[in-house]
């Protein structure tokens, strides 16, 4: 939340990711996906992490055709395993979703979900509810184009050096910041660099929105392009601005 202290980065990512789908009528469809992941972030080493993911998900189809609406309810499992070893452990994920096809170029989702981490230390515990809308759009048969938004309700782990941290602590930036701030868990971890503290979120909504294109390079292969941002605001209305610009490659087998 403090300008001249933000940190920017940069991480590469691997994911393989397998799922079955099995057809148990004429309108239901019950998918299973596996995902395994490995990330490594230049300069914050604390970040890296490998982490694997197993879902379910159960389609209901209301109708025929490719126009017909699509209800999904999903449930996954997730375990990640940090070199920042605190910051490993479980997450679950519960969700219901509704998707339609307008046109042959246009689609419309919506979903909303509950999220809950639970870490090998307290302090990186979090849980969050958020609500997406999302539309893919078809620009030509090579080209897509993605936009969507949100709202996340709920707990963010945030980071702050230390000379902040502290003065926030220490009343220096009023009050009501302070009785705020000194509620919150938190500790001296060096994530960031010497001194620098993390600490929960508690109370917090998230706004988020992202734009991303893609270009298929093969039947088999696309380029992802992508911007997206997302603003937290805590419960005394301080502000957390996140932007990230990514750049993937995806192949299907």
Same mark, same amino acid.
Do not use: C
């Given at each position: ?42 300069? %914050? ?8 993911? &197993? ?9 025929? &055709? ?25 997450? %679950? ?41 999302? &539309? ?17 309700? &709920? ?46 979120? $508690? ?22 392009? $992508?911007?997206? %941002? ?24």
């Amino acid at each position: 939340s403090h300008v001249p202290t933000r940190k920017s980065g940069e991480y590469q990512t691997v994911n393989l990711a397998a799922d079955y789908m099995r057809q148990l009528n004429r309108d239901w469809v019950l998918i299973g996906a596996a995902a395994l992941e490995a990330q490594h972030v230049v300069t %914050f080493d604390a970040l890296n992490h490998i982490g694997g993911t &197993g879902t379910l998900k159960l389609h209901r189809k209301f109708g025929l &055709g490719p126009y017909a609406p699509v209800l999904e309810l999903s449930s996954a499992l997730a375990i990640y395993q940090f070199d920042e070893t605190s910051r490993s452990g479980w997450q %679950f994920t519960g969700g219901i979703g509704i998707a339609k096809r307008f046109t042959d170029m246009l689609r419309l989702s919506a979903r909303a979900a509950a999220v809950e981490y639970l870490a090998r230390r307290e302090l990186y515990d979090a849980s969050s509810r958020e609500l997406v809308l999302e &539309g893919d759009w078809d620009i030509t048969d090579r080209w897509r184009l993605s936009l969507g938004g949100g709202r996340r309700w &709920g707990e963010y782990l945030a980071n702050a050096a230390w000379k902040i941290w502290a003065q926030a602590i220490d009343g220096q930036v009023g009050p009501v910041i302070q009785a705020h701030y000194r509620s919150l868990p938190w500790e001296v971890t060096n994530t960031y660099g010497p001194g620098w503290v993390a600490y929960r979120v $508690r109370d917090s909504h998230t706004d988020l929105w992202w734009a991303e294109l893609s270009p298929a390079l093969t039947d088999q292969t696309s380029l992802a392009l $992508r911007y997206e %941002f997302a603003r937290v605001t805590n419960a005394v209305g301080i502000k957390y601005d996140l932007s990230y610009w990514t750049v993937g490659v995806h192949h299907q087998f």
